[in-house]
């Protein structure tokens, strides 16, 4: 009785904080190796984990963005495959009695001397595109350089991209030659895509898309309904182009990555169970090594519950430590990729 009575009453039995930070400090000391490994897996677990997850997103965010800021205000866009159509189309939809505003455009991927990826040209009609895509009228400080066939306006990301200053001439490649253009201002409202905008005609003699158009953007008056306009101008529209919302081409897009966004994911949780694997196996191992230990423990009054909540402890805290460093790694892991490489899918 008197034993049972001072094992009850002892000061491990009771399980005081000091008691349980040096029986800690003891633990950690002893496997300070393991304990290292342990941490730095769960920390390049997390790190994966949560670069990836922040990639992801701004990839989607910039998509998103991108997708509005070309498509501006427009309901409907008439768009056709990649070699274009026939811009014979765009004066029969602007004279539709339900097209408030139709806006051409040419799209072309221009090769930049030096640069792996090619430049992402967008071809207007300024005066059509102020009306449905505000955000892509450029800053000029001649106004007539937007009519100018030989001038282009870079967006801040693009011009940072190229290292191209306002009246410096960038040369791209259309086909086998090179065109030489001259900068003459920026986009504001482009945020971080990489764009140029040039005059309409200028990029159709410029990439070889005389008399074609890549789509057309198409703001309709108030109060038609969208889906039945978009249903009578299909039937009537070439083989192979095609009219939809920009939500839709949103959409679309964002399915395609779908399978490529899934599998880092996938990757990701594989890393970080990896690191919860050797998290376990340190601890099974330390387990182990100090059975002795955990012996003396329990003659000394620590319950089994205690023992147990020590030893889980121990593993939460690895774990805490690893996350918490994960976080900090990730985070510069998915600026540093979204600064070099880009943040577009």
């Known amino acids: 009785t008197a034993c049972a009575t001072a094992r009850t009453e002892s000061p491990m039995a009771r399980g005081s904080v000091s008691d349980v930070g040096a029986v800690l400090r003891g633990s950690f000391a002893q496997n300070r190796a393991r304990v290292l490994i342990a941490v730095l897996a769960i920390a390049l677990g997390v790190a994966l984990g949560f670069a990836v997850q922040l990639i992801n997103q701004s990839a989607v965010n910039e998509l998103t963005q991108g997708v509005r800021t070309i498509a501006g205000d427009a309901d409907l866009s008439v768009r056709g495959p990649r070699s274009g159509f026939d811009e014979i189309l765009y004066p029969r939809l602007a004279r539709d009695p339900d097209v408030a505003v139709a806006s051409p455009v040419v799209e072309a991927d221009a090769l930049v001397p030096g640069r792996k990826d090619p430049l992402r040209v967008l071809g207007l009609d300024l005066f059509r595109a102020a009306a449905v895509q505000p955000g892509l009228l450029p800053e000029a ?3 007539v350089d937007m ?4 001038t282009v306006f870079l967006s801040q990301a693009a011009a940072r991209w190229l ?3 306002v009246g410096e001439t960038l040369v791209v490649q259309a086909g086998l030659a090179d065109v030489p253009l001259r900068i003459a201002g920026s986009l504001v409202g482009a945020g971080q895509q990489r764009l140029g905008v040039m005059d309409i005609a ?3 003699a410029a990439f070889d898309r005389v008399g074609r158009l890549s789509r057309i953007d198409l703001r309709l008056r108030p109060g038609v309904a969208i889906d039945a306009f978009r249903r009578r101008v299909a039937a009537d529209l070439p083989p192979g182009v095609t009219i939809e919302r920009p939500a839709a081409v949103l959409a679309a897009s964002e399915s395609v990555s779908r399978s490529y966004r899934v599998n ?3 990757l990701a949780l594989v890393a970080l169970f990896t690191g919860g694997l050797l998290v376990f ?3 099974a191992l330390a387990v ?4 002795p230990q955990f012996a ?3 003659v000394l009054g620590m319950t089994r519950r205690r023992l147990s909540a020590l030893v889980a402890l121990e593993a939460g805290l690895i774990g805490v430590a690893g996350g918490a460093l994960g976080v900090a790694i990730g985070f510069v892991i998915a600026r540093a990729a979204l600064r070099f490489a880009g943040g577009d899918l």
Request: no cysteine; glycine share 12%; hydrophobic share 35%.
């Open 202 to 204: 200028g990029a159709q």
């Open 264 to 266: 880092l994911n996938v």
């Open 296 to 298: 003396l423990l329990r």
């Open 281 to 283: 196996s340190t601890q």
């Open 288 to 291: 182990v090594r100090r059975r």
């Open 147 to 150: 009519l100018r066939p030989d």
């Open 141 to 143: 400080a001649d106004g």
């Open 163 to 165: 290292g191209r200053a």
